[in-house]
C-alpha cells in the first residue's frame, strides 16, 4: 500500500514557526512530485507549496517568502518549513504525491493528486 502521512501540525503563536514532514512508503518516492494543501472550515482547498523530482519548488503568493518545502528522497520524507505564520495559515494541512509537474499542481484550484495522506491540523492563534 501507497501511504504518506503529514505531521508535525500543532498549535502555535502568531509570529512563530513550524515544521511539517510527509513521511512516504510503498512508492518510489524520488519519481515524484510532492504537494503540500491545507483546507480551512468552509473554504476550497488550496497549494499551498510543490517540490518536484529534482527538487524545484513553486509556492502561491500567499506563503511565498515565508514557508519553505524541500526533500530528502533518502528518507522519503518531504518536509514544509514555516515560518512568520499568521492566523490565515491555520487550516488542516495534507501532503500528496502525482507524477504531474508542480507547475499543474500550482496551476489549478482543483488539481487532483494521485495518492493523498492524512493531514495534520496546523493552528496559528494567541
Known amino acids: 500500500d501507497v501511504q504518506l502521512q503529514a505531521s508535525g501540525g500543532g498549535l502555535v503563536q502568531p509570529g512563530g514557526s513550524l515544521r511539517l514532514s510527509c513521511a512516504a512508503s510503498?512508492?518510489?518516492?524520488?519519481?515524484?512530485?510532492i504537494g503540500w494543501f491545507r483546507q480551512a472550515p468552509g473554504k476550497e482547498r488550496e497549494v499551498v507549496s510543490c517540490?518536484?523530482?529534482?527538487?524545484?519548488?513553486l509556492y502561491p503568493d500567499s506563503v511565498k517568502g515565508r514557508f519553505t518545502t524541500s526533500r530528502d528522497n533518502a528518507k522519503d520524507t518531504v518536509y514544509l518549513q514555516m515560518s512568520s505564520l499568521i492566523p490565515e495559515d491555520t487550516a488542516v494541512y495534507y501532503c500528496?504525491?502525482?507524477?504531474?509537474?508542480?507547475?499543474?499542481?500550482?496551476?489549478?484550484?482543483?488539481?487532483?493528486?494521485?495518492?493523498w495522506g492524512k493531514g495534520t491540523q496546523v493552528t496559528v492563534s494567541s
Open positions: 500528496a504525491a502525482d507524477l504531474i509537474p508542480c507547475t499543474v499542481v500550482t496551476g489549478s484550484k482543483s488539481v487532483g493528486m494521485h495518492y
Open positions: 510503498g512508492l518510489l518516492f524520488g519519481d515524484y512530485t
Open positions: 517540490i518536484s523530482s529534482s527538487g524545484n519548488t
